[in-house]
């Protein structure tokens, strides 16, 4: 028995209970950063450049902007921003306070519905945007377009490295549904 009466599975239970809490709070933190630089290397990727086509040089201009898939990206990842936000703050002001970051069922049904929203709203974004990458770096096969990655690869950087940043979006958000269903799951 501890000094004030409890015994040690107590104890232990208390401190499983805080970890998970902490876990979800970093999770949503993870969740933040990742959505929040995604946009910020989306909104970043610009670059022209002269390209070769057959004895043509063609100059080229590529922003985010110029593609509705990328438009998608931007506009799901600042979403995610703010309900990640959200629940950050809300994470972090329940465990300064001591209270648990789920304090009822409903709640948690709220959090894993919106979670598995938004999950699903990266990893659409994230998926769109690759087509268009892909297609990007590929070129149009059945035409004489080229491979544009070559002539424009800061902005093929930029997009991929926004596109990965989506994906592990995607991984924290659904690891934070994760860990809401195992609240719903105790008793």
């Known amino acids: 028995m501890t000094s004030n009466g409890e015994g040690g599975e107590v104890v232990a239970k208390r401190r499983r209970k805080g970890i ?3 876990v979800q709070v970093a999770l949503r933190g993870g969740c933040l950063a990742a959505s929040a630089t995604a946009m910020a290397v989306m909104l970043t990727a610009t670059e022209e450049g002269v390209a ?3 004895g043509f040089k063609l100059t080229l201009s590529s922003n985010w902007s110029f593609s509705p898939s990328y438009q998608y990206v931007v506009g799901a990842c600042a979403g995610t921003v703010l309900y990640s936000l959200l629940q950050l703050c809300l994470g972090v002001y329940r465990l300064v306070t001591g209270s648990p970051i789920t304090p009822s069922r409903f709640q948690a049904w709220l959090c ?10 990266m990893m659409s974004a994230g ?3 690759s087509g268009v990458t ?3 770096k590929t ?3 059945h035409t004489p377009l080229p491979d544009f990655c070559k002539t424009l690869s800061s902005f093929c950087n930029h997009v991929a490295l926004s596109l990965l ?4 979006s995607f991984i924290f958000l659904a690891s934070s549904s994760f860990f809401t ?3 719903l799951s105790t008793p």
């Open 139 to 141: 070129g149009i096969r």
């Open 112 to 121: 894993f519905t919106s979670d598995q929203l938004f999950c699903y709203l």
């Open 134 to 136: 892909n297609l990007n």
């Open 165 to 168: 940043l989506v994906f592990l």
């Open 181 to 183: 269903v195992l609240v």
């Open 127 to 129: 998926s769109a945007g």
């Open 52 to 54: 070769d086509i057959y």
């Open 20 to 22: 998970k809490e902490l």
